[in-house]
C-alpha cells in the first residue's frame, strides 16, 4: 500500500468523525492572517541589529561544542574555525540560508485535512512543551505521567483553537527517559492526527522518530516530505551543544523541519538590553540554520526566538513584560527579511497557577507573538511557572484565548454585509438591532463566543456557585476527556508502530538520562 | 492673587513630595509614544468606512433629544432639521470639526507637573469610571461609598502608571445622587493634584463642576486654558440627549474638554458586525464633536469609542473578545484621520472578581487600546463586572499592566548602550551576563519589575502561603493606603471649595436623581 492511498484512507474516515464533532467553520487546519504585521522598528533600525549580528558573527563567532561535523561543514564553507569557535564572514550565513531554506513549507498531518502550512501569512498554534509537572485543580501540581502526556494530546486534538498536537507537551516521568520518546511520538500519532514533533534529546532517538513515522507515512513520503517539525534550542549564549545539533543533523537528512531557537533569559544568557538581546537572537539563529542548510539543503528550518527577562533582584525569569515583547517584535521582523517561517511562545507566565497574573502575562505574550506575526507558536495553551508545569485548567483558559487570536487574525469583513448599512437603515436611531433581519441572518457566528467566560449577571453567577474561571475550566477539561473519541487509525500501522517500540525499548536497558 | 502664581506654590510643594515618594523616572505625567500605531485597515477601507458614515449622516441623520439649541445651531451650520432628527450634507460634520476642534490639547493640573497633553503621540492613563458597586477580598461586593472614592482617588494619586485622576471613578452611593458632584470634584482636588474629569449628569452640575474648579486654577485661567476633560456619552444608536448635550454645552462654553462617546453593545445598540459597527460610532462621533465646535469653536473635544460585543445566546455584554478589538483599531485610525484625540478603554472584562477571566479580556482590550494609539485611556485600572464593580485587587493588577504598557509604547533604545555590543563582546559565547560590566551599569532601570507578579519558585511560592495574585494586590493597596499622604492644598483654597459646597448644598434639598 502506498502512502499516498494510506493516508487518504484514514484521511477520509477521520473528516467524518471530526465533521460530527465540531462546526464547520472551526475546522481549519492554520489561520491564515489578513491583517498587516505589526512593525516597532523602521528598515534602518532591522538593518543596524542585522549589522551587528553580524559583527557577533564575524568578531566574537559561536561555539560548537564536541560536534565535529558542524566544524567541517562551516570551514569547507568559508568560515573561520578557530577550536569549536566558529567565526563567519559577514553575510555567509544569511547567504547560505536565504540560498535554499523555504520561506513555508507543508507540514503534513496523517490527516490530510490537518496539513499545515508553516511560514508566510499562517499561524499555527501549537500547546506547552517540556514541563515535568502538571497541575489540575483536583490534584495540584504534580510529576507528569504517560497518561497527562495523552490527556494533552486528546485535548489538543479537540481543540478547534489548536492545529498542532505539539511535542513533549509534558514529560511521562513514570517511563525511563531514553524511552520516553517512543511513547510520546507513539501518543501523538495513536490519540490525534495533527501534525507533531519529534525527539531531540538524543540523535538515536530523533532517528526513532523517523522510523516511526516511515510506519505512518511511508518511506518515501518521508524522505520527501516534511511531517516533523522539532525543535532545537541554541545554548544560549552563542554556543551549540552536540545533542541539539545532532538531533538536528539527524532530522535535516531526512527534509524534516527544524526550529532553531535561541533560549534565553535576557540579562544573564544576554545583554541586558532589548537591541542587545535581539542582536544575539539573530546571529545564533543565523549560525544554528546555516548549519542545517549546510547539512541539507532546503531541509525547512524556522527562525526560533524564546526570550524572557530575568527579575535583576533574584535571577528569576519574568513573562508578559514589556522588554520581551519588544524582543520579539523585532525578531519576527529580522525573520521576515531574512525569509524564513518564524516561531515564539505563546502563553508564558511565572504564576504558578491560572490565576489573574497567569492570565495577564499569558495575553501579553499570545497578543505580541500573533501581532508581531508568528508562524509557529509553541507554548500556545498550558504553559505555567515558567514551563516547570503544564496546567489542565490554565490550557482550556489559553485555547480560549487561541480562539479570539484566530478571528483578531482573520481582520474586519468589509464586504456589503460586512458594512451593514442595511441595518443601519432598517433600525436608525433610537431602535435597537436584535431584531434586525440583518442581525437575525448573522447572529449565529457574528461574535466569539467564549467556552469558559462567564457573562452573566453577577446574581446568576453567584447563584450557580461564585465560580472563578479556573473552576469553570476544570469541569471543560473533564468533560472533553469524557466526550474524547480518538481518530481512527489505520489497525496494521498501529501493530506496526507497536511491534517496532516493543523491539526497539527491548534493545537497551532503561535509563535516566 | 494670581491663578498662575497660586497654581506655582502648590505645584512646588507638591514636586518636592511626589520626589520623595516615587522614583525620579517614574515621574511622568503623560506617555510619549515611540512606537508606531497598529493598523488593521488600509487608507482604501478606512475610506470606505468614512464614505459610509456619511451616508449614515445624509441618509438616516442623528436624533437630539429635547435640546432645541442644537437643533437651531445645526439648522444655522446648514443641516436638513426634520422634528428632532438632523441630516446632514456629506462632509459638513467633518469639516465643521476639522475647521476647529485642536489636534492635541492640553488638560491642565493643579500641580503643572501633572498637566498633560491630550492627543497626538501621547497617551494618558485614566482609572475606571462610573460603578456603582466596588468589591475587596476583605469585604466582597457592596454599594460604593465617598470613602471608596477617595480611596480611589489616593490610590491613583500613588500610581505612577495612571497619569489622570479620572471621574466617577465610583459612585458615592451614601451621597445624594443630585449632591454627590460636589464631593466628588472636591475629593479629586482634596486628595491628588493629577488633572480629573467633571460631572455631566446634569447641566447645573458641569456649572457647579466649572465654579469649582475656577475656585482653584482662577476664572480667566479656566477660561483660557482646559482644566476638565469630561466624558459626554452617545445614546447610541444614533441619539443624542438632553442630560448629555446640556453638560457638552456648558463644558463647551468654558472651553472644557469633552469626550464624545458613542457607547454601545454590538449586536444590540449597533450593527452585529464590526464595519457597520464602526460606521455608526464614526458618524455619532462627527455628529456630536461637530455640534461642541458650533457651540464654541476650539473647545477641545475627544473622539470616544466605547464597544463591547453582546452574547448573541443572553444578550449580556462580552469583553476580551477579538471584533471589539477590530473596531477598536479602526476606531483609532479614524480618528488619527480626522485629527482628533481618540479615547477608548481599558481595562474591560465581564468578570465579577479579579481571577483569569478579568486579566485575559483585561490585557486583550488594554494592549489593543494602547496599540491602536489611544490618547486618553479611561477605565484602565479597576473595572470589573462590565463596568458595574470597582475592584481594589483589579486595580492594582491594572496599574501594574499600565506600567508595562508605558514602557511598552517607549519603543527600542537603539543607542549604543542599547545595542550593548560592548556587553556580547565581554561576554562572548558560554558565560553569562550577570556580572558583566554593561549589565552592571543598566540593570537598576533594565527590565520592568512588576509589582504584583510573583516569579518566585514554587517551593518559594508555597512557603508564603501560595498566595495567587489577588491575595498579593490586596496586600499592595492596604498598604498603600496606609502610605498615602496627601498632596499639599492652599488652605484658603480648600476653605473656598468647601465653602462653595456647604453654600450650594444648602441651597437645594436632597434628590435620588
Same sequence: chains 1, 2.
Avoid at 104 to 133: C, K, L, M, W
Wanted: hydrophobic residues 40%; aromatic residues 8%; proline residues 5%.
Amino acid at each position: 500500500m502506498s502512502s499516498r492511498s494510506r493516508r487518504g484512507k484514514v484521511g477520509g474516515r477521520q473528516a467524518k468523525r471530526a465533521a460530527r464533532q465540531q462546526r464547520p467553520a472551526d475546522l481549519v487546519a492554520f489561520i491564515e492572517r489578513k491583517i498587516p504585521y505589526v512593525e516597532i522598528l523602521d528598515a534602518e533600525a532591522l538593518e543596524l541589529i542585522e549589522h551587528n549580528a553580524e559583527t557577533v558573527l564575524e568578531e566574537i563567532g559561536i561555539d560548537f561544542k564536541d560536534f565535529p561535523r558542524a566544524l567541517d561543514l562551516f570551514r569547507e564553507a568559508g568560515a573561520d574555525v578557530d577550536g569549536e569557535r566558529v567565526r563567519f564572514p559577514r553575510g555567509m550565513c544569511r547567504q547560505i540560508i536565504q540560498a535554499s531554506a523555504p520561506s513555508e513549507y507543508t507540514q503534513h498531518a496523517r490527516n490530510p485535512a490537518r496539513s499545515v502550512i508553516i511560514g508566510g501569512d499562517r499561524s499555527v498554534f501549537v500547546p506547552a512543551y517540556g514541563s515535568p509537572f502538571v497541575r489540575d485543580l483536583d490534584r495540584g501540581r504534580r510529576y507528569a505521567t504517560l497518561e497527562d502526556f495523552r490527556n494533552f494530546v486528546r485535548l489538543t486534538y479537540m481543540s478547534p483553537g489548536l492545529h498542532h498536537s505539539g511535542g513533549t507537551v509534558c514529560e511521562p516521568v513514570d517511563i525511563p527517559v531514553n524511552k520516553r520518546h517512543f511513547d510520546m511520538v507513539y501518543s501523538h500519532i495513536k490519540y490525534s492526527d495533527k501534525p507533531f514533533m519529534g525527539s531531540v534529546t538524543a540523535p538515536e532517538r530523533a532517528q526513532d522518530t523517523i522510523d516511526m513515522v516511515k510506519l505512518v507515512f511511508g518511506d518515501a513520503f518521508v524522505e520527501e516530505n516534511t511531517v516533523l517539525t522539532s525543535l532545537i534550542n541554541a545554548n544560549s549564549p552563542m554556543t551549540y551543544d552536540a545533542t541539539m545539533l545532532g538531533a538536528a543533523t539527524v532530522y535535516a537528512e531526512h527534509n524534516q523541519a527544524t526550529v532553531i531557537s535561541p533560549f534565553l533569559l535576557a540579562g544573564a544568557m544576554s545583554p541586558v538590553t532589548v537591541a542587545g538581546t535581539v542582536t544575539q537572537i539573530l546571529a545564533e539563529a543565523l549560525a544554528g540554520m546555516a548549519y542545517v542548510q549546510l547539512v541539507r539543503p532546503g531541509a525547512p528550518v524556522v527562525f526560533g526566538t524564546f526570550a524572557a527577562a530575568v527579575s535583576m533582584q533574584s535571577g528569576a525569569p519574568t513573562f508578559g513584560t514589556p522588554e520581551p515583547s519588544l524582543i520579539l517584535y523585532a525578531a519576527a521582523a529580522l525573520a521576515r527579511r531574512l525569509g524564513v517561517p518564524f516561531r515564539s511562545g505563546g502563553g508564558l507566565c511565572a504564576s504558578k497557577i491560572p490565576d489573574a497574573q497567569a492570565a495577564y502575562e499569558s495575553a501579553n505574550t499570545l497578543q505580541t507573538a500573533v501581532l508581531a506575526g508568528v508562524n509557529f507558536m509553541l507554548h500556545t495553551a498550558g504553559w505555567l511557572e515558567g514551563g516547570l508545569t503544564m496546567g489542565y485548567e490554565k490550557f482550556i483558559l489559553d485555547v480560549d484565548q487561541a480562539s479570539i487570536l484566530a478571528i483578531l487574525l482573520g481582520g474586519i469583513d468589509l464586504s456589503p454585509n460586512g458594512q451593514a448599512l442595511d441595518a443601519l437603515r432598517e433600525v436608525g436611531p433610537g431602535a435597537h438591532f436584535l431584531g434586525a433581519s440583518h442581525t437575525q441572518k448573522n447572529f449565529e457566528r457574528a461574535f466569539y463566543r467564549s467556552i469558559v467566560a462567564d457573562n452573566n449577571s453577577f446574581e446568576q453567577w453567584e447563584q450557580e456557585g461564585s465560580l472563578d474561571a479556573a473552576k469553570r475550566a476544570n469541569a471543560i477539561w473533564k468533560s472533553m476527556l469524557e466526550d474524547y473519541a480518538p481518530p481512527p487509525l489505520d489497525a496494521a500501522i498501529d501493530e506496526a508502530l507497536t511491534e517496532f517500540m516493543d523491539r526497539r525499548k527491548s534493545e537497551f536497558a532503561d535509563r535516566d538520562y
